[in-house]
């Protein structure tokens, strides 16, 4: 036990860089799951009520890009498919600072040319894909055009970042794939929005799209890394921002123990760990609830904070896994964990680690793993969660 007494006290030291941005909890916007299997609407299921009216070219509860976004929607080109959404605040006031992503599967059998994901009718702005690449849109003002190349029966994660600058960021499969310049916001706008199509006559999607969420901000690159690697998740579902993987993503695991998207280093149950944080950051709810899922059943299982992230977030070889967090570390508390690997901090948490607003922490559970880790430390680490106390 003195050997694990002082990896704990390991966990003070300090390799100090600036942690990622947290993403206000408001400023989801819109998620359409596509998961009805009967109806006429596409359910909002960000609570702003933007549900979206079934048009004729949709076939519904079509096989999901991932089990964990459900089922998804076929949209037909041939036969018009596309679903209307109203323009109601805050759509109607997005000319610049917001985001777009979704998981689409373009297919072959339609006219070439533009394919649209979503955008408004008339004026506004719009996104989707060209016959060899990226398009977003700012209607009457410009085309932001990027040359890549999608395959034909493939599942992407895209992601149309238009910033404050009215720049626009690409992304596939939560890599950044472009980048192009302008100068102006889009016009203010007018009409209604539309999933599949331009302006509901032009330009339809053919084929399968999951899980479209829009943002009025603009997400950052480990956001967007996030959301792909958590599908049928929001950035708003967690109060804070998942790094500091243990497949390939971050700094490689040390003995090649791989971990899957999303998850720590490969531990002796041949799972990495994951921490989960639910509730909220909010100071004043003090609500926040920590979760190790996939340890090891019955180790000693430490959930800690530090000031910052290491190495940029993609934290340095620590044990049989990565350490993540680090300057001034605190430990919130040792658990064992059940048979089922689980093991459970909070709520309350903010409170017992005497936070404030503003704070911003990186947190990581650290456990043992006496019976055959990988690499024989005999301990590890699941990934890491950024979080920024809020008000």
Known sequence: MKKYALLLVLLASTLLTAPAAALQADALVAHWRFDESSG????????????????????????????????????????????????????????????????????????????????????????????????????????????FTLADSVWYHLAFVFDENFDVTYYVD????????????????????????????????????????????????????????????????????????????????????????????????????????????????????AQGTQLVPGSLSVLFAGHQSLNAGSGMVFGDGLRCAGGQVRRLGVRMADSNGNAGWGPGLTSTAQWAPGDSRSLQVWYQDLGGSPCGAGFNTSQAMQLTILP
């Open 174 to 289: 939560g890599v950044q794939v472009g980048f192009r310049t302008g100068s102006s916001p889009s016009n203010t706008p007018t009409g209604a929005y539309v999933i599949g199509s331009w302006n509901q006559t032009v330009e339809y999607w053919h084929g399968y799209m999951d899980d479209l969420q829009v943002y009025k901000d603009a997400l950052t690159s480990a956001q967007i890394a996030f959301l792909f690697q958590n599908p049928g998740a929001s950035v708003s579902q967690t109060p804070g921002l998942s790094h500091c993987f243990g497949d390939s993503s971050a700094t490689n695991c040390p003995c090649g123990n791989l971990g899957s998207s999303g998850d720590g280093c490969v531990n002796s149950t041949g799972r990495g760990a994951k921490l989960l944080l639910t509730g909220s950051a909010s100071f004043g709810m003090d609500d926040l609830l």
């Open 40 to 147: 006429m609407f596409f359910g909002d299921s960000s609570g702003l009520g933007f549900d979206a009216s079934i048009g004729p070219g949709i076939t519904l509860n079509q096989p999901g890009g991932f089990p964990s976004t459900g089922a998804a929607a076929f949209f037909d080109a041939n036969a018009q498919g596309n679903a209307k959404v109203p323009n109601l605040p805050p759509l109607s006031s997005m000319v610049a600072d917001l985001t777009v992503v979704a998981w689409v599967r373009n297919e072959p059998g339609a006219p070439s040319g533009l394919r649209r994901v979503f955008g408004t009718t008339s004026a506004g702005w719009s996104c989707g894909i060209t016959g060899g690449g990226l398009r977003f849109t700012t209607k009457g003002i410009l085309d932001y055009d990027l040359p």
